[in-house]
């Protein structure tokens, strides 16, 4: 399972969880196997120079990358929309970095 | 049917001003319909102090995907100018309904004919008498909705299925293709422009593309005595214009804008009204 | 950190509180960037006297649909299904409006003959300057009869991004209307200042900008401009304000020598120092400082509550 977290800065386990999804700057996309960390990758949100439409930019990158959660503060009305049909689950986290809620989204989402 | 349009660039020269004053001298003559284009902020029907009425939907096509015949080739995705279809996780195109335009490349594109059209409301069109003098057609775009396109379409379609005689246009501010559609096909183009280096600026992008759509242009100098028109005349020097009117500067047109009724029937004596009035004889002429 | 300065209607004071907010701010922070976010009708650099740009970029995101007329048959299917009326048939032949054509490509996929090709097409010029205050300005024009877009405006923004250094001040002057320059202005701002004068048409459009604005979770301040205008207006406009929780940060009296000093080419500010609207105009300033001072807590009690997020309208096809 892959798990997308919303990025104020240059991604990483390391940094912060962004409030909003849309136009945050990166995603760490963490792949989790048997609830144990299988792989850490980062992608630029190519939302985060968007005008309208950021959102949905930001979740077709989250598509593209294979995640099926996001970790955001919150998602604009079209990304929420968008992902409520993919079938793709938000959690919400603010004022986090994202190695210190890791272990906690993993065990919520077994 | 002869077409007058009033435009201007800048947006706050006056133009709604002008257009309505227009329209309340020259119906008294002719059979006329005011068509009130500027979808996304429209005043006419507040200058006026008219409530709209006859509303009537405006749609956008929008692609209704029939999962049965896909054969996820992706290509409607790829070529969605808007970026409004996204594959999902098991890649059958999914629609964003608000970046869709409605210009059905993908239904074209879809060689598995597995595209429908539905569709989505953007606005209104309505039609409303004033004072059984005229006829207002006013079009209105969905506050969220970003394209005014289809809603200047439809308003000037409606505004043309009257029949009427002449067919004045109000149209929005900018240069943009919307005020391009808005002005074609127009027998002249009344240019409001405002005696300022910044109206002057704005005007010169009008007669860009009255020139390009080669159309006879007039320049209304509102406000006049605000400044020198000078720059204006400047501008208006390089382009084919055929005449030149000026409007004084007055508090009785920002009043009338205040109370909500036209300066010809508030103020029908003031200088303003009268150079207004002299306009609409001009126009009369030439019909 | 971006204010936007929007309004729905043109001529209210958009430029005239923009201009104001990017010289006062930046003699206080300096770290302006000033965006002309209305590439229709730029006006921002005649104010602040920019005669010269410093670096001029090409937009070319747009597209239009060239007919090859060795291939064309004259059936007419491309103008039949063009939703944009962007071919008209000519004597007898089919031609592109390549004013109205947005390139979509619908003509290319329905011509029988594969007759459409599709080619770049330059919609604008995005020009920058260095004003004589100190603070960049990005201003954009659009080619006449183009269309205009949103992504006109972000190119804009990024650029702002790239020029400004550490923590930029952006200052967005939106184009007047509510459609895709405007949402564009507004997507990603911290602060929309809107600006309104006490006409029944003013109050009208400030509702419907204000409804963006709920469609975007943005703050939202109100100048009131001209408010002396008519006293009654502007207690209508202030109720709206009271009951959507909208700070009023400022009022400015109706001059007519604002509209003159704008004919002169200089802030107002400079050119009638110690007038009562510039005080005004200044107490405005004052009350931006202060909320960008405390943008932390300021923000925490003034964000929008809950998002009134626009939701289209949709219709499914009739069945078959």
Redesign the interface.
Known sequence: MKIAFACSGKGGLEDQISDRFGRCSSFTIVEVEEGRVKSVDVIPNPGSQAGSGAGIKAIKAVVNSGAKVIVAGSLGPNAMAAAQELGIKHVSVSGKKVKDVLNEVIAMLK | MFKVSITGGKGGTGKSTVAVNLAVFLSRKIDLVLADLDVEAPNDHILLGVELQNKEDVHVMIPFFNYKKCTKCGICADICDNGAIMMTFEKLPMLIPSLCSGCKACMYACRDKAIAEGRRLVGYTYRTEVNNEFSLVTGLMIEGEERAFPLVLAAHDRALSLNKSLLLVDTSAGSSNTVSYALEGSDLIIAVTEPTPLGASDLSLILELAEKIGCKVWVVINKAGIGSDGHVKEVISKFDVDEVFKVPYSREVAESYVKGKPLAILSPSSQSCLSIREIAEAIEEVV | MELTIAS?????GKSTVASTLAIELHKRYSNVVAIDA?A????LH??LGVDKWDREEAFTSTAVAEIDYEKCTSCGVCKD?C???AIKRIDDRYVVND??C?????C???CPEEAIKIKPSESGLIRIAVTKYGFPLISAK?H?????S??L??REK?LAKEIGRGNVLRIVDA??????Q???SL??SDLAILVAE????SL??LK??Y??TR???IPVVLVIN?YD??LE?AKTIEEFANKEKIEVVGKIP?D?RI??S????KPFIEEYPNSETTKSLLEIVDEIKYIYDNWKSWWLTHKPKE?K?????????ESP
Request: hydrophobic letters at 45%; glycine letters at 10%; aromatic letters at 6%.
């Open positions: 729905g209607k043109g001529g209210v209305d229709d009708a730029p006006n005649l104010i299904i939703t944009f009326r004013m109205l947005e390139g979509c490509r619908a290319q996929f329905a659009l006449v009869g183009k269309a205009n949103g992504k405006v972000m990024e184009a007047a209307g509510i459609g895709c405007v949402i564009a997507a990603g006490p006409t029944p048409a009208s459009d419907r900008i409804a963006l469609h975007f979770m001209k205008l008519h207006h109706y007519e509209p003159m704008m004919a002169k080419l998002a997020p626009y939701i289209p309208k949709i219709l499914k096809p």
